[in-house]
């Protein structure tokens, strides 16, 4: 099994920030990338940023200059670091992890359980 704990998320007023981590445990070969989604009321989850295991960073448009995502291979462990906040980036928060669980299987999509984060005054 593979294990996603998340933490961080919260209640923010706009223009604040918050910093949400990921850490992966459980039986895991290997990590090619983790990241970060979001699910607002109402539409779809959508990608919020995601990182290679070679350090390669995809940001949504709506979150460049803003998120910063980062990685501690070591600790098997993603972090969104989340500044200026918007009303609207009022989400269910999702961690995603690709991974395979050992030698010669198949890469597959973890999920964790979701943190909620809230920006408003």
């Known amino acids: 099994q593979v294990q996603l704990v998340e933490s961080g998320g919260g209640l923010v007023q706009p223009g604040g920030s918050l910093r949400l981590s990921c850490a992966a445990s459980?039986?895991?070969?290997?990590?090619?990338?983790m990241g970060w989604y979001r699910q607002a009321p109402g539409k779809q989850r959508e990608l919020v940023a995601t990182?290679?295991?070679?350090?390669?960073?995809n940001h949504a448009d709506s979150v460049t200059g803003r998120f910063t995502i980062s990685r501690d291979n070591a600790r098997s462990t993603v972090y969104l670091q989340m500044n200026s906040l918007k009303p609207e980036d009022t989400a269910v928060y999702y961690c995603?992890?690709?991974?395979?669980?050992?030698?010669?299987?198949?890469?597959?999509?973890?999920w964790g359980q979701g943190t909620q984060v809230t920006v408003s005054s």
């Open positions: 990182m290679t295991s070679g350090g390669i960073t």
């Open positions: 459980g039986s895991i070969f290997s990590i090619h990338a």
């Open positions: 995603n992890v690709k991974a395979k669980r050992y030698i010669g299987s198949v890469l597959r999509d973890y």
